[in-house]
């Protein structure tokens, strides 16, 4: 079991940034897979961003330039940095973990993950 802890969400203004964390309570970043994923109101889970454990990333087409997810293996935290807010990114934000099981990993699909946080909540007004 792996217990992730988001936070940094909060209300800004259409064209400001925020820094989401995700903190894990115990080591996982070198060999597992991990992703942010958001949902909003009357809609389902969107991927946003996923790291492998070979560091490599991948982006959903809508924050591509615009977000950048990274983790700090050394403190147990993935970041997402979010630039250029839009209205339409109000949504609740969630990391998501799971180990690579050695198959690789499943990028923005969210039912493949196995841990999820709490989430933490983004808001931007235009």
């Known amino acids: 079991q792996v217990r992730l802890v988001e936070s940094g969400g909060g209300s800004v203004q259409a064209g400001g940034s925020l820094r989401l964390s995700c903190a894990a309570d115990?080591?996982?970043?070198?060999?597992?897979?991990m992703g942010w994923f958001r949902q909003a109101p009357g809609k389902g889970r969107e991927g946003v961003a996923a790291i492998y454990s070979d560091g490599s990333t991948t982006y959903a087409d809508s924050v591509k330039g615009r977000f950048t997810i990274s983790k700090d293996n050394a403190k147990n935290t993935l970041h997402l940095q979010l630039n250029s807010l839009k209205a339409e990114d109000t949504a609740m934000y969630y990391c998501?973990?799971?180990?690579?099981?050695?198959?690789?990993?499943?990028?923005?699909?969210?039912?493949?993950?196995?841990?999820w946080g709490q989430g933490t909540q983004v808001t931007v007004s235009s």
């Open positions: 115990r080591y996982t970043y070198s060999s597992y897979c």
């Open positions: 998501a973990a799971r180990p690579t099981y050695g198959l690789g990993c499943p990028g923005l699909a969210a039912g493949a993950y196995d841990y």
